[in-house]
């Protein structure tokens, strides 16, 4: 699973910027312990966009060790070809719609209804990790009585109201950097 960082507000800033937002997060080798250092670069299609951008691999500099990871802007999520902008209106809207095809998207129905159904235990996932980032960083308990179960998307932005502010282009975004906490500058 790739790591969700914030490294530009858009696509522009990202390929504008990529080195010096890099520059200011560190990632370490789970076995070795060492930080981890440019390895590759890969392009990345965003159909929403009608783009194409570098994404960046770091890895172990220990040559005998195999240990990378790719760093997602957070305005993109793991595996997805559209924008976390895109899925994230489409997973807000969702619970409001009576139908899919209510959803105002360029993705097609039947991707709006994987996003749904993939996403759903994704999100209770990090609405569960929010609620424990409070309690440990900020030492509050939530009120469970107001969230709604049914809107998992207006939970969150809830959730992230009383964490400490990050830097972050979406709200999709900010959950999966608290949730891999590995890419907060230090």
């Known amino acids: 699973m790739p790591i969700i960082a914030f490294l530009g507000k858009d696509i522009n800033d990202y ?13 370490f080798c789970p076995v070795h312990g060492l930080e981890l250092t440019h390895h590759a670069e890969y392009d990345r299609r965003i159909k929403d966009f ?14 005998d060790c195999h240990y990378t990871r790719a760093i997602l802007p957070d305005f993109l999520q793991p595996y ?11 997973l807000f ?17 039947s991707t709006v209804r994987r996003w749904i159904s ?3 235990p994704i999100l209770d996932e990090k609405i569960s990790r929010l609620k424990s980032d409070i309690y440990q960083i900020v030492e509050k308990v939530v009120n ?9 998307m207006e939970t969150i932005q809830k959730l992230l109201l009383l964490l400490p502010l990050i830097r972050r282009s979406t709200i999709l975004g900010a959950a999966f950097i608290y949730a891999n906490a590995l890419s907060i500058p230090t």
């Open 93 to 109: 809207d969702a619970p409001a719609c009576e139908s899919v095809l209510d959803i105002n998207t360029e993705a097609s129905i």
């Open 50 to 63: 009608h783009a194409v951008i570098s994404i960046h691999r770091l890895g172990c500099p220990l040559k």
């Open 15 to 27: 390929q504008a910027n990529i080195a010096k937002y890099l520059e200011g997060l560190h990632f």
């Open 144 to 152: 469970e009585t107001t969230l709604d179960p049914t809107r998992p």
């Open 80 to 90: 997805k070809q559209y924008s976390a902008e895109e899925i994230e209106a489409v």
């Open 118 to 120: 993939q996403y759903r």
